[in-house]
C-alpha cells in the first residue's frame, strides 16, 4: 500500500536528475553511524546523504544534493533531490513527502508507474547502489561505520545519544555491507 501511495504523490519522473548529478563524479556518500560527529567536512564533486544523516549535514551548513531516505530519520529538508522508499511501516511518514519539492519514488518490489527499482537494503547501501548505478568515478563512505557496536544517535530523530548495537540492526547493516562488497568487487 506504502508504494501504492508514493507513487501517487510522485508528480514527474526526476531519475534524469540522477545521472545528471552523479554520472562521472566523485560521490561523498554520508551515513549516519557512530562516527558522523567527527565529520567537520565533506570532500566530493556529489554529496549524497543517508537519511538521518542529513539532520547532522544541515546544522553543519552542508546541504547534500541526493538525499535517500525512507523517512524514519529526516527531519530537516533542505533543497535537495530526495530518493525515497516506500514500505509498509512509513505510510505515518509520508507527510514529510510535502516538505520535498523533488523526489524519486524508490520500492523493493516490482516497479511500476513512476516507482524506481534500484536495490540495496537500509538507506545506505541503497545510497551506495545508486552512485554505482548512476557511473559514479569513485564513492567515498564518510559515517557508513557497518561493523560498529553503537547505533548512530542522528539514525532516529527520538535519540539523543549514540546507543548499543540491537541484534534486528546488526543484521540490517550486515546485510548492507554485503551488498556494498558485492558491488565494490565486481569492479576488480
Known amino acids: 500500500m506504502s508504494s501504492v501511495l508514493l507513487n501517487l504523490r ?12 552523479i554520472d562521472g563524479k566523485d560521490v561523498a556518500l554520508v551515513g549516519a553511524g557512530p562516527s558522523l560527529e ?20 544541515v546544522k553543519r551548513g552542508i546541504i547534500p544534493d541526493v ?19 516506500a514500505h509498509g511501516d512509513n505510510m505515518p511518514l509520508h507527510w514529510k513527502l510535502g ?39 569513485s564513492i567515498r563512505l564518510y559515517a557508513m561505520d557497518l561493523d560498529s557496536d553503537f547505533i548512530g544517535m542522528y539514525s532516529k ?19 548492507a555491507k554485503e551488498i556494498i562488497h558485492t558491488l565494490t568487487r565486481k569492479d576488480l
Request: proline letters at 4%.
Open 67 to 85: 538525499v535517500v531516505t525512507d523517512l524514519d530519520g529526516l527531519m530537516t529538508f533542505p533543497d535537495s533531490l530526495y530518493v525515497v522508499h
Open 157 to 175: 530523530p527520538f535519540l539523543r545519544e549514540n546507543v548499543p548495537m540491537t541484534h534486528m540492526k546488526r543484521r540490517k547493516l550486515h546485510i
Open 99 to 137: 516538505m520535498m519539492r523533488s523526489v524519486i519514488g524508490t520500492t523493493q518490489v516490482y516497479p511500476f508507474g513512476r516507482l524506481k527499482l534500484y536495490g540495496g537494503f537500509t538507506d545506505g547501501d541503497r545510497a551506495f547502489v545508486l552512485a554505482k548505478t548512476f557511473n559514479a568515478r
Open 38 to 57: 567527527r565529520i567537520n567536512e565533506v570532500r566530493g564533486d556529489v554529496i549524497v546523504s543517508a537519511d538521518g544523516a542529513t539532520n547532522y549535514l
Open 10 to 21: 510522485i508528480r514527474e519522473d526526476l531519475e534524469y536528475r540522477l545521472a545528471k548529478i
